[in-house]
């Protein structure tokens, strides 16, 4: 029968040893679990002295808007409305009525009230000068700054640049005030940490943090402005307000959240202050801001398009059209070219392009590394000035029709009007006037579409459509310029 040995029945030294040894392990483990906590809390920022640093500098931007003019005028119940002096005959019971906020008929006049609104800012100059969003004080009657240390300034406008959400601040009355350091946003990194300073739904100096999520992001709204995306906790009143990094710089103006709920959801974008900094110098001396213009209408290169222009992998801006009298007109750029590179700099998406373009000084040449027809040339443009906004649409074409004829590819063509032609500013086309199930379909060609080039070749009539179908490769993708509502785009075709 086999021995079971218990404690006791070891000799005593070794019962001791074998105590030592436990004792020593368990000691060992817990040195070890202390050890991993304390390099864990050692390795996480601590903000309370950057915090402490900069608060002075962060101000709180409260506006108030007056109420416009006729804006809740009362409506009876046939929807007519009543103007002041009908209104004022009713009875005072009914004008109660109609002016309650549970009203179906739009409330009455003269009872407006004030429209208030908060959001954030910082200092930027010990004279007063201070940066925040264009939407925190639009339209704003009133501005009153409120600092740190309670003191309540009135603030005027200087100036906004809707283009990039920005708006400049002076503090009347202002004197060594506390300011904020600037630092460089183009030496962000993915993944560093980062804090904001800001009013979430008026909660005065509320500090977040969180780290880079990406950089150079592009949002549907604002094309010159490479956004900073982080997960730094945003929320309505952090509006204007500084993001800072672990210098206790200030590296971005917080400005957008992406939310389907009104509230913060993870993704938040910041203004990078190098082209906050750009605005605020024009706006302070020009009163205005000029951005560089280049005159064409870019989109992104997909695998598809890739694949048709000849590229290996998607990449650059490709040129949908070129904007007559543009720079990059003067300057022989072309639609269906590529841009590759702006000033040496490899331009990877569309969104890439516009940033660099617009902070170009306004007559500064630029050199374009542009892919044409396989091959890559450089092509230089002395940079314009970018119109007011709308100053570059172009007229939508109207609706045509004439002796039509069929074509391959599902969809039927007709010739382009010569005043369509004239109007839209380009050599001819053909215009697509019924479409089917098919290759154009699956492209995304539809009815009222101009097709002026396919395969990289141009099409001005029906006859040259023909021709450049019948020569089309069955084997990959091609290429379609179409002009649709006055603008070009390029579709991709597989046949």
């Not at 040995?5 to 679990?33: D, H, K």
């Not at 001005?460 to 649709?484: C, W, Y």
Request: aromatic letters at 8%.
């Amino acid at each position: 029968m086999p021995t079971i040995l218990t404690e006791a029945a070891y000799p005593a030294p070794a019962n001791r040893v074998w105590r030592g040894f436990c004792a020593l392990l368990m000691l060992s483990v817990m040195v070890s679990v202390f050890w991993s906590q304390g390099v864990a809390a050692a390795s996480l920022p601590d903000f309370t002295e950057l915090v402490e640093e900069n608060s002075s500098a962060v101000v709180n931007i409260a506006t108030t808007s007056a109420p416009k003019s006729g804006s809740q005028r009362f409506k009876g119940f046939d929807g007519t409305p009543f103007d002041q002096e009908q209104f004022e005959q009713l009875p005072e019971f009914f004008q109660d009525f109609f002016r309650g906020p549970q009203s179906p008929f739009g409330g009455g006049p003269g009872k407006s009230q004030p429209r208030r609104s908060m959001g954030s800012g910082f200092i930027v100059s010990r004279d007063g000068y201070v940066l925040t969003n264009n939407h925190v004080v639009e339209g704003a009657d009133e501005i009153i700054v409120r600092l740190n240390d309670r003191r309540e300034l009135p603030a005027k406008l200087v100036g906004t640049d809707p283009r990039s959400d920005m708006a400049v601040l002076k503090i009347e009355d202002g004197d060594d005030l506390p300011v904020v350091r600037i630092g460089r946003s183009r030496d962000l990194k993915v993944g560093e940490w980062v804090f904001a300073i800001g009013s979430p739904f008026g909660f005065d100096y509320t500090v977040t943090a969180g780290i880079v999520s990406a950089l150079g992001r592009s949002l549907p709204t604002e094309n010159y402005v490479p956004f900073i995306q982080t997960d730094v906790a945003i929320n309505p009143g952090n509006s204007g307000g500084p993001l800072f990094n672990l210098d206790g710089d200030v590296i971005g103006i917080n400005s957008q959240i992406y939310t389907r709920s009104g509230g913060f959801m993870g993704v938040s974008f910041a203004i990078p202050i190098d082209d906050a900094m750009n605005v605020f110098r024009q706006i302070r001396d020009n009163g205005t801001v000029a951005r560089g213009w280049l005159g064409v209408l870019i989109q992104e290169v997909n695998r598809d398009l890739a694949e048709s222009f000849g590229l290996k992998r998607p990449r650059g801006a490709l040129v949908a059209e070129v904007m007559e009298g543009s720079p990059a007109q003067q300057a022989g750029l072309q639609s269906g070219d590529i841009v590759l590179a702006y000033d040496g700099e490899d331009v990877q998406l569309s969104s890439d392009l516009p940033p660099m373009v617009g902070r170009t000084p306004i007559g500064e040449t630029a050199q374009l590394t542009v892919l044409r027809g396989g091959e890559e040339i450089k092509l230089d443009v002395e940079i314009g000035k970018l119109p007011e906004q709308g100053g570059e649409q172009k007229a939508a074409p109207a609706d045509s029709r004439g002796d039509s004829s069929s074509a391959p590819l599902g969809m039927i063509v007709e010739p382009l009007p010569a005043e369509l032609v004239d109007s839209l500013g380009i050599d001819g086309g053909v215009v697509v006037s019924d479409i089917a199930r098919g290759p154009a379909f699956e492209a995304g060609i539809r009815p009222r579409d101009v097709i002026t080039e396919i395969n990289r070749e141009k099409v001005t009539s029906i006859k040259e459509f023909r021709e450049v179908v019948e020569a089309l490769p069955k084997d990959r993708a091609v290429s379609v310029r179409v002009i649709r509502q006055g603008r070009a785009v390029y579709l991709v075709m597989k046949p």
